[in-house]
């Protein structure tokens, strides 16, 4: 927890820093740690590109939120990449985190990973309807397989993908979600 804390007190002494690129898998992060990291990664101000690897570390709900508070000050982001696999982030987990990330004005790319998460149906809906504000975006690579976002979620996801008019590139990964026959049809009336 601390770590992180050391972490981005270091990183944040780079003021002129565009690219970030940091893996933290499997560290014991948690909840505590993110808060760390999101407030230290937000005084990185010239960022143009963010991947940020931090699968299996327990950051939950709280973790999350904490994470991406500071996004809203990322004006020069045009790339995200957030792999966040098997952190037990739940539909609030999803909520805050495309809140936070429908702040950057500026997305072009974004990457989430959220494999192996608590996301459901619910969480869909709020990821689609998170999507759908991110009005600069053009690729979107969206992993939210085993999560069990059934037919409806689906649904609320591709209500949200639609929306974003200026996308060119979409890579999405929803295997083990128990989308059903329907959520096969709202996948291809979504695509088409």
């Given at each position: 927890m601390n770590g992180s804390k050391y972490l981005v007190e270091g990183i944040a002494k780079c003021v002129t820093l565009t690219?970030?690129?940091?893996?933290?898998?499997?560290?014991?992060?948690?909840?505590?740690?993110?808060?760390?990291?999101?407030?230290?990664?937000?005084?990185?101000?010239?960022?143009?590109?963010?991947?940020?690897?931090?699968?299996?570390?327990?950051?939950?709900?709280?973790?999350?939120?904490?994470?991406?508070?500071?996004?809203?000050?990322?004006?020069?982001?045009?790339?995200?990449?957030?792999?966040?696999?098997?952190?037990?982030?739940?539909?609030?987990?999803?909520?805050?985190?495309?809140?936070?990330?429908?702040?950057?004005?500026t997305l072009t790319s974004l990457n989430l990973g959220l494999r192996e998460d608590s996301i459901r149906e619910n969480g869909a809906k709020y990821l689609g309807e998170g999507i759908a504000k991110c009005v600069t975006l053009s690729s979107l690579d969206l992993n939210l397989s085993e999560n069990s976002i059934g037919e409806n979620g689906t649904k609320y996801l591709f209500e949200g993908i639609v929306n974003c008019v200026t996308l060119i590139s979409l890579n999405l990964n929803i295997w083990d979600n128990s989308i059903g026959e329907n959520g096969a049809k709202y996948l291809g009336e979504g695509i088409g």
């Open positions: 690219s970030l690129y940091l893996s933290l898998r499997n560290n014991s992060i948690g909840e505590n740690g993110a808060k760390y990291l999101g407030e230290g990664i937000a005084k990185c101000i010239t960022l143009t590109s963010l991947n940020l690897n931090l699968t299996y570390n327990s950051i939950g709900e709280n973790g999350t939120k904490y994470l991406v508070e500071g996004f809203a000050i990322f004006t020069t982001v045009t790339d995200l990449n957030l792999n966040l696999w098997s952190n037990s982030i739940d539909e609030n987990g999803a909520k805050y985190l495309v809140e936070g990330i429908a702040k950057c004005a």
